[in-house]
């Protein structure tokens, strides 16, 4: 089954401890992208990535890390969470080049909470 | 700049249409998407409309596109209780892989 997952789908922490939040993909999908979504802010782009070790900021990179050192994992790091980065967070991936269609994949969402 | 603005909430009756409105800003966007976000959930792609394309019919979803206006709407026929969802417009800038979405518009469909 196609499909991008996400884990942890909840997370609460502490200002300060970094985290890791996890991103795969079994598409084989050159783009994959991170994004926040707030209340009556919709999604925002965090960071995206357009193939292996091919990163770019988003909208609202301040506060986070990527990596793409595999084509199906892209990984989120909060070096060192704030409170405003409690948010719900999601991954979603897509296909440039084989579609014309830009039809972007999403995971399920990890609800993080930093105290 | 670019900007895709929707209201926030709607509510309808089971059996009526609803229609929600999506404007965006840049008239160079190659594709408009629907995107439906059920509760815990992810987004999940509901439809989409090519930029060169007026309507696009699809089962109970008809999508409406008003290039002059920058309007684009979605109106789902005989709404269900199982339609009630967070409903994203999107714009596809053909800026390798970016989309930009509204703020969502819920739907609330009471029995």
């Known amino acids: 089954e196609a499909q991008v997952t996400q884990n942890p789908r909840y997370l609460i922490t502490v200002t300060g401890k970094k985290l890791t939040v996890t991103c795969s993909q079994n598409m084989n999908h050159e783009y994959m992208s991170w994004y926040r979504q707030d209340p009556g802010l919709g999604l925002r782009q965090i960071y995206y990535?357009?193939?292996?070790?091919?990163?770019d900021k988003g909208d609202v990179p301040e506060g986070y890390k990527v990596s793409r050192k595999e084509k199906r994992n892209f990984p989120l790091i909060l070096e060192s969470p704030s409170p405003n980065q409690t948010s719900l967070y999601f991954c979603?991936?897509?296909?440039?080049?084989?579609?014309?269609?830009?039809?972007?994949?999403f995971g399920a969402g990890t609800r993080l909470s930093v105290l | 700049g670019e900007d895709v603005e929707q209201s926030l909430f709607l509510s309808v009756r089971e059996g009526d249409s609803s229609v929600i409105n999506c404007t965006y800003t840049?008239?160079?966007?190659?594709?408009l998407y629907w995107y439906k976000q059920e509760p815990g959930a992810g987004l999940q792609l509901l439809t989409y409309?090519?930029?060169?394309?007026d309507m696009k019919q699809d089962q109970r979803l008809t999508v409406l596109l008003n290039k002059k206006d920058k309007h684009l709407s979605l109106r789902i026929a005989d709404t269900q209780t199982g339609d009630s969802a967070i409903y994203f417009c999107?714009?596809?800038?053909?800026?390798?892989?970016?989309?930009?979405f509204g703020q969502g518009t819920e739907l609330s469909v009471k029995p």
């Open positions: 999107a714009e596809d800038l053909n800026q390798g892989g970016k989309l930009i």
């Open positions: 979603a991936s897509s296909s440039q080049f084989k579609v014309a269609k830009n039809i972007q994949y």
């Open positions: 990535s357009m193939n292996v070790e091919v990163t």
């Open positions: 840049d008239s160079s966007s190659t594709y």
């Open positions: 409309i090519f930029s060169n394309m």
